[in-house]
């Protein structure tokens, strides 16, 4: 009698097992998903790449004319002939152009804006949680307090106070990064309650009780033990926050409080084409708004499809 042998099967790739996943089908069954991802996709490596992806650099003082000023789209200029895809403004500066540069200042304010407040949230719901007592007594009241008022306003008051302390010769360079401490500054609580009440959970369970008996010390625990298993909601929580930071920068900047006038964001330029509405040059305001409403609802749109995923009682 003689032994076949057997083919060893080939272990899958770590992209063949992802390719198998229930989330990667999930992904392909929800139209809005593919979509979403699709059109967030497209904006932000459109911002990444906008030195290379602009016909010009709109901040450049040199490549501005101002008998450009107010062409409409895919219309020449009556003096110079030139043509913009999306028109200039009162500048001269290409619409477009300004979008992709504009959109770099949003996405970068509330990207880094979401993961200070996620740094911040994350660490004093862990020690709420696992330490208790006062110390959790002390975090949760001012969060309780800081959630009585609207997010945009502790941001303004934030905002304000941190220009004023700040010389006046550095206020323009400080700007962007007091505008990011401010919007994270206002956005952690959500951050700390989740991290807090999956804390409470997670620290009754065996293997923390085993990493105590071998006298791992509590900020061990913390991190290497509790934080891993806490984290998959505060993935969904910072992909739906991304998209609030994004719109609390834009109304800042409209407000005439965010980024200032050398460093335009969305949400500036929508504050300098709010100006020309009624007078005729509908453009400059319409294509700035636009992006920033199709960027903030696909990243939301996502947010909400990864949130229905990740959580088992939907399935």
Not at 97 to 115: E, K, Q
Not at 252 to 270: H, N, R, W
Not at 281 to 306: K, M, Q, R, Y
Request: glycine content about 8%; proline content about 6%.
């Amino acid at each position: 009698m003689t032994d076949t042998a057997q083919t060893p099967t080939k272990a899958p790739t770590r992209l063949q097992r992802w390719a198998d996943s229930d989330f990667f089908y999930l992904f392909k069954c929800s139209p809005v998903a593919i979509v979403s991802f699709a059109v967030a996709l497209i904006l932000v490596l459109s911002a990444v790449f906008a030195p290379l992806i602009a016909p010009y650099n709109p901040f450049d003082p040199a490549s501005l004319n101002l008998m450009n000023g107010f062409s409409r789209p895919m219309t020449p200029n009556a003096f110079t002939g030139d043509s913009f895809w999306l028109g200039t403004d009162d500048q001269g500066r290409d619409v477009f152009s300004t979008i992709l540069y504009g959109m770099r200042i949003s996405l970068f304010v509330g990207v880094a804006a979401v993961l200070f407040a996620m740094v911040l949230g994350i660490s004093l719901g862990l020690i709420a949680g696992y330490v208790g007592g006062w110390t959790e007594t002390i975090i949760m009241r001012i969060a309780d307090v800081q959630l009585t008022f609207p997010s945009i306003l502790v941001a303004m008051l934030i905002f304000g106070i941190a220009k004023g302390v700040t010389p006046i010769e550095y206020r323009d360079q400080m700007a962007i990064w007091v505008l990011i401490i401010a919007i994270g500054l206002s956005d952690w609580v959500q951050f700390a309650r989740v991290v807090r009440g999956a804390t409470l959970v997670e620290k009754s369970k065996e293997y923390v009780q085993a990493a105590r008996l071998i006298g791992r010390s509590g900020p061990a625990i913390m991190v290497k033990h509790i934080l891993p298993n806490v984290l998959s909601p505060v993935l969904v929580i910072a992909t739906i926050s991304l998209a609030l930071a994004i719109i609390a920068e834009a109304t800042l900047s409209f407000l005439g409080v965010g980024a200032p006038p050398t460093q335009p964001s969305l949400g500036t330029l929508i504050r300098i084409g709010q100006g020309f509405l009624f007078s005729g040059e509908w453009w400059i305001l319409f294509f700035p708004a636009c992006t920033l409403l199709a960027l903030a609802l696909s990243v939301n749109l996502l947010g909400d499809w990864l949130r229905d995923a990740l959580n088992p009682r939907l399935r």
